[in-house]
């Protein structure tokens, strides 16, 4: 850990940002002296309904029915009630920007661009909630999207939460059984798909997918394809092409929206698969909001006139949460396909062409594109950019580094951390913070983050388990045929009955920011000593020879050792003198402990399809054991590279 400051904001900053404007209005509205931030977070900790409110008034939410109590806590921590008979519609409060400004700019893969203004996407969703509302669609029921990261994904859910019926989404490269295994249990009437979607210079197909899936769902009435891509594929009989479906919508219709209680359900997304069937976890209405436009608003000092772009497919929870965008009034920034095609330099370029402000992508991609020698700093002049977003997996100090050496200087890197779990983070950014090399800068306002030893006694400047002891608006509202919550307690409540353990293995810095050192369930245990995953993989990805590593632990003689897969840069070998030097590395930098009794070369690092690597997987894979659900992996054949490796028997 380092407390060296990268970067800290301006006087400019510090007096105009929301941030501050928020703070003004506490002070003001309560008679406080709130003056910096470990402040403002105690008081949103101990005043949380008195907080929550304050967001709501500050972020201009629109509700319906005043609630008749703000809190009421005095049970386990899923019981909370949070603004019990408040009334408010999702679509509304994200569409409650109109006029001509841009809302959504769209750039595919092949370079073609497209935009809608408020005014034509507040049109689209009209003329989509038509056609749904004839189909039957109304309160409660599911509509499912087998889509890309495309403005219509947009559209069908704002259209769908219009009503008060309930959006879950899928990227089209899950497999059919992926698919299968998440919408077939949540039952939707109506499902959107693609005819095909580009990646890495290639045409996919999905017609055939689309048309099995539809058929081993039988809630599903209407399936409706959108033509991304110009096909001469003729759609299955079963199918209708989006625009035939909207004949007959007219697009001047002012939108009518239903209001819902707030812990009415808004999205369901889905826990990873590999150890089993995706959980169906349930989010409610109220508190995603509000917990998007806080840490958008508040945290990420995103507003009116700026442009926001987040990497990220309809499979991830980074696209709720990037959404969330357009209640802010700034404008989203859309890319579907690889963001390696042409090269490396995609990305970047796309924030140059369309002004991005606010730019998120994950970890592997910093570090894929530090390893491919990429210096945007010296061809790009990203005058806009003021926030970088990382998540995903920890970032490295590494990536901390290059980002201000050879991308820009003056920007707010924020990495930030939180999970489907909770589609929001527990800890992330702050433009009115400095950033300090290998932290994220803040714990989240209103989220009451501990970090506990096995005796669940808080802990500062040393690591331990992630966890959160009171209620906060955007825990799951319940999981899907869950009766008495018997999955959602084992999920988050085993550990300690009545405080969230969030299985993450972290360490709140002596400045108030945190670490995170990987998942606590793949935690290694050598000799009955705790290393976080992400300890290795620091000292390991520095190396110019590698690509990218997993490391795992193999239970050996009654221990634990520790075993690192490693990827070749090419023109490299695992030799005997890399894997001296690798081991080198380790031990001078960490402790002998964290050195792996077994180094091996492998050609992939099995992935899910949102780009986490897999260590669980792997570690069933060498220990003889079954991985229940590889349609939750990009490349499941990975998996074999890993299955009864001879290095591994001595």
Same mark, same amino acid.
């Not at 939410?61 to 999702?90: C, P």
């Not at 023109?571 to 031990?587: F, G, M, V």
């Given at each position: 850990m380092s407390d060296r400051?990268?970067?800290?904001?301006?006087?400019?900053?510090?007096?105009?940002?929301?941030?501050?404007?928020?703070?003004? +209005?506490?002070?003001?509205?309560?008679?406080?002296?709130?003056?910096?931030?470990?402040?403002?977070?105690?008081?949103?900790?101990?005043?949380?309904? &008195?907080?929550?409110?304050?967001?709501?008034?500050?972020?201009?939410?629109?509700?319906?029915?005043?609630?008749?109590?703000?809190?009421?806590?005095?049970?386990? +921590?899923?019981?909370?009630?949070?603004?019990?008979? +408040?009334?408010?519609?999702?679509?509304?409060?994200?569409?409650?920007?109109?006029?001509?400004?841009?809302?959504?700019?769209?750039?595919?893969?092949s370079g073609e661009t497209s935009s809608l203004s408020f005014d034509q996407l507040i049109n689209q969703v009209s003329m989509?909630?038509?056609?749904?509302?004839?189909?039957?669609?109304?309160?409660?029921?599911r509509v499912a999207g087998f889509l890309p990261n495309l403005p219509e994904t947009i559209v069908v859910m704002l259209a769908t939460t219009s009503l008060g019926a309930v959006w879950s989404?899928?990227?089209? /490269?899950?497999?059919?059984?992926?698919?299968?295994?998440?919408?077939?249990?949540?039952?939707?009437?109506?499902?959107?798909?693609?005819?095909?979607?580009?990646?890495?210079?290639?045409?996919?197909?999905?017609?055939?997918?689309? *048309?099995?899936?539809?058929?081993?769902?039988?809630?599903?009435?209407?399936?409706?394809?959108?033509?991304?891509?110009?096909?001469?594929?003729?759609?299955?009989? /079963?199918?209708?092409?989006?625009?035939?479906?909207?004949?007959?919508?007219?697009?001047?219709?002012?939108?009518?929206?239903?209001?819902?209680?707030?812990?009415?359900?808004?999205?369901?997304?889905?826990?990873?698969?590999?150890?089993?069937?995706?959980?169906?976890?349930?989010?409610?209405?109220?508190?995603?909001?509000?917990?998007?436009?806080k840490e958008l608003m508040l945290h990420a000092n995103v507003a009116e006139h700026k442009r926001l772009f987040y990497f990220t497919t309809c499979g991830w929870m980074m696209w709720n949460w990037m959404v969330s965008t357009l209640s802010t009034g700034a404008s989203l920034v859309l890319f579907d396909g690889s963001p390696f095609y042409p090269d490396g330099n995609r990305l970047f370029d796309l924030? /140059?062409?369309?002004?991005?402000?606010?730019?998120?992508?994950?970890?592997?991609?910093?570090?894929?594109?530090?390893?491919?020698?990429?210096?945007?700093? /010296?061809?790009?002049?990203?005058?806009?950019?003021?926030?970088?977003?990382?998540?995903?997996?920890?970032?490295?100090?590494?990536?901390?580094?290059?980002?201000?050496?050879?991308?820009?200087?003056?920007?707010?890197?924020?990495?930030?951390?939180?999970?489907?779990?909770?589609?929001?983070?527990?800890?992330?950014?702050?433009?009115?913070?400095?950033?300090?090399?290998?932290?994220?800068?803040?714990?989240?306002?209103?989220?009451?983050?501990?970090?506990?030893?096995?005796? *669940?006694?808080?802990?500062?400047?040393?690591?331990? &388990?992630?966890?959160?002891?009171q209620a906060f608006p955007s825990m799951p509202v319940y999981f899907w045929q869950d009766n008495d919550h018997i999955k959602y307690k084992s999920a988050y409540f085993d550990k300690y009955d009545h405080i969230w353990c969030h299985s993450d293995r972290a360490e709140i810095t002596q400045q108030g920011g945190m670490i995170i050192y990987g998942r606590s369930d793949t935690t290694l245990n050598p000799g009955g000593v705790r290393i976080g995953t992400a300890e290795i993989y620091r000292q390991v990805e520095s190396l110019p020879e590698i690509t990218e590593s997993i490391v795992v632990g193999q239970e050996w003689q009654d221990d634990t050792r520790v075993v690192l897969f490693v990827v070749m840069q090419p023109?490299?070998?695992?030799?005997?003198?890399?894997?001296?030097?690798?081991?080198?590395?380790?031990?001078n930098n960490t402790t002998p402990r964290h050195v792996p009794a077994k180094i091996i070369a492998v050609a992939e690092i099995p992935k899910t399809i949102s780009g986490k690597i897999v260590e669980i997987a792997v570690r069933d894979v060498i220990h003889g054991k079954n991985v229940a659900n590889t349609d939750a992996l990009a490349n499941p054949d990975a998996l074999n590279l890993y299955k009864d490796l001879a290095e591994l028997q001595h």
């Open positions: 400051i990268l970067w800290q904001p301006s006087a400019d900053l510090l007096a105009s940002s929301q941030l501050t404007l928020f703070i003004d +209005m506490l002070n003001q509205q309560h008679d406080l002296n709130i003056s910096d931030y470990p402040t403002l977070h105690s008081y949103s900790i101990d005043h949380r309904a &008195e907080f929550w409110r304050a967001v709501i008034e500050f972020c201009g939410v629109i509700y319906h029915q005043e609630a008749s109590e703000d809190l009421r806590d005095d049970g386990h +921590m899923i019981e909370a009630q949070w603004f019990k008979g +408040m009334t408010l519609n999702f679509a509304e409060n994200l569409l409650k920007n109109q006029g001509s400004d841009k809302a959504i700019i769209f750039e595919s893969e989509v909630q038509q056609k749904l509302r004839d189909c039957g669609v109304g309160i409660g029921d989404s899928t990227s089209p /490269d899950f497999g059919i059984n992926g698919v299968v295994d998440r919408f077939g249990q949540i039952e939707p009437k109506v499902l959107f798909s693609v005819n095909a979607y580009e990646y890495n210079g290639k045409t996919h197909d999905c017609l055939q997918k689309v *048309q099995q899936i539809a058929a081993q769902i039988n809630s599903i009435e209407h399936t409706v394809v959108i033509e991304f891509v110009a096909s001469a594929d003729v759609l299955p009989a /079963d199918c209708m092409s989006y625009s035939k479906w909207l004949e007959g919508a007219n697009p001047d219709t002012k939108i009518e929206y239903t209001p819902v209680p707030f812990d009415h359900p808004l999205y369901i997304l889905y826990s990873s698969g590999t150890t089993g069937k995706p959980k169906c976890i349930v989010h409610r209405c109220g508190g995603i909001l509000l917990q998007h436009l924030i /140059d062409k369309h002004e991005v402000t606010h730019f998120g992508t994950s970890a592997k991609w910093i570090s894929a594109v530090e390893k491919a020698g990429i210096k945007p700093v /010296d061809s790009h002049r990203f005058k806009q950019l003021e926030t970088i977003f990382s998540t995903g997996s920890p970032l490295m100090p590494e990536s901390f580094d290059y980002i201000y050496n050879s991308v820009k200087k003056d920007v707010c890197l924020s990495s930030i951390s939180g999970g489907t779990d909770i589609c929001s983070c527990f800890a992330l950014g702050n433009s009115n913070l400095p950033v300090y090399s290998g932290q994220l800068q803040c714990l989240g306002l209103g989220m009451a983050v501990k970090v506990l030893d096995e005796n *669940q006694q808080s802990l500062i400047a040393a690591p331990g &388990e992630l966890a959160c002891d023109n490299h070998q695992l030799d005997d003198e890399l894997q001296d030097k690798i081991r080198k590395t380790i031990r």
